[in-house]
């Protein structure tokens, strides 16, 4: 459990064939409902492979339970062994090779922080060529902040990327220089977004991502440079 509602899970093939994926992409989730109704689920991959598009053998992702939803039933009684049915990799929120902005600013809230995970070997090679990286994480609680740790000690490692935790409603027990207290916004407008030379990419609740989306267009920032993807949890 890396939260009170979110459980990180690791799955391989059960051909043992590896996994090929471009770190940003998801994988679909299939199942049924009780009335036996087809339906499917996408969870961002969270692996942290080479990030070149390499295979894999192990599949992570990270599942947030919602009380009453078909999937939590499904994935929230998973044991080890126990297999899924799954489709992918899907998906075109990843770094392109032909970007070549000075700055990276990537802001999440929840599980929308998996893809960013997965960044983490492309985002290591960006400060070669002398770009910036900022990722600002946006949490209700110290307790909701999934992978915290892993971004910490990877900003410790590469002084070109930064790591903001934002808590929205109760600050950390003790404070760390990188924590905000209010919402990604706070981070975001503190680092005075540049149209010429900035990126974005926004991923989690729709309302973080509308209202972040809202700061970089008054920024200046053109639509294309602003890349969007929204997590809804669903029954």
Same mark, same amino acid.
């Given at each position: 459990?890396?939260?009170?509602?979110?459980?990180?899970?690791?799955?391989?093939?059960?051909?043992? @064939?590896?996994?090929?994926?471009?770190?940003?992409? =998801?994988?679909?989730?299939?199942?049924?409902? @009780?009335?036996? %109704?087809?339906? %499917?689920?996408?969870? +961002?991959?969270?692996?942290?492979?080479?990030?070149?598009?390499?295979?894999?053998?192990?599949?992570?992702?990270?599942? +947030?339970?919602?009380?009453?939803?078909?999937?939590?039933?499904?994935? @929230?009684?998973?044991?080890?062994?126990?297999?899924?049915?799954?489709?992918?990799?899907?998906?075109? =929120?990843?770094?392109?090779? @032909?970007?070549?902005?000075?700055?990276?600013?990537?802001?999440?809230?929840?599980?929308?922080?998996?893809?960013?995970?997965?960044?983490?070997?492309?985002?290591?090679?960006?400060?070669?060529?002398?770009?910036?990286?900022?990722?600002?994480?946006?949490?209700?609680?110290?307790?909701?902040?999934?992978?915290?740790?892993? =971004?910490?000690?990877?900003?410790?490692?590469?002084?070109? =990327? !930064?790591?903001?935790?934002?808590? +929205?409603?109760?600050?950390?027990?003790?404070?760390?220089?990188?924590? !905000?207290?209010?919402?990604?916004?706070?981070?975001?407008?503190?680092?005075?977004?540049?149209?010429?030379?900035?990126?974005?990419?926004?991923?989690?609740?729709?309302?973080?991502?509308?209202?972040?989306?809202?700061?970089? %267009?008054?920024?200046?920032?053109?639509?294309?440079?602003?890349?969007?993807? %929204?997590?809804? +949890?669903?029954?």
């Amino acid at each position: 459990m890396l939260a009170p509602s979110v459980r990180h899970l690791e799955f391989e093939r059960a051909d043992g @064939a590896p996994f090929a994926f471009i770190p940003g992409q =998801f994988l679909q989730i299939h199942f049924h409902y @009780a009335d036996g %109704k087809a339906t %499917k689920r996408s969870y +961002s991959v969270a692996t942290i492979g080479a990030g070149d598009g390499s295979p894999v053998q192990r599949i992570e992702i990270a599942v +947030s339970y919602v009380d009453g939803g078909a999937a939590t039933a499904l994935l @929230a009684n998973l044991k080890e062994g126990d297999a899924i049915d799954a489709s992918g990799p899907y998906g075109r =929120f990843c770094l392109m090779d @032909a970007d070549q902005n000075r700055r990276y600013l990537l802001v999440a809230t929840g599980t929308g922080v998996t893809p960013y995970r997965a960044m983490l070997p492309q985002l290591a090679k960006l400060g070669a060529r002398g770009a910036e990286v900022a990722l600002v994480y946006g949490a209700r609680t110290e307790a909701e902040l999934l992978y915290g740790e892993e =971004f910490e000690r990877f900003a410790a490692q590469f002084p070109h =990327f !930064r790591f903001f935790a934002c808590f +929205s409603r109760v600050p950390r027990a003790l404070p760390r220089a990188h924590d !905000r207290n209010g919402r990604v916004q706070v981070a975001l407008e503190e680092l005075k977004p540049d149209a010429a030379h900035d990126i974005a990419y926004l991923c989690g609740n729709p309302d973080m991502v509308d209202q972040a989306f809202a700061v970089l %267009k008054e920024a200046g920032l053109p639509v294309p440079h602003i890349r969007r993807e %929204k997590y809804v +949890s669903s029954r």
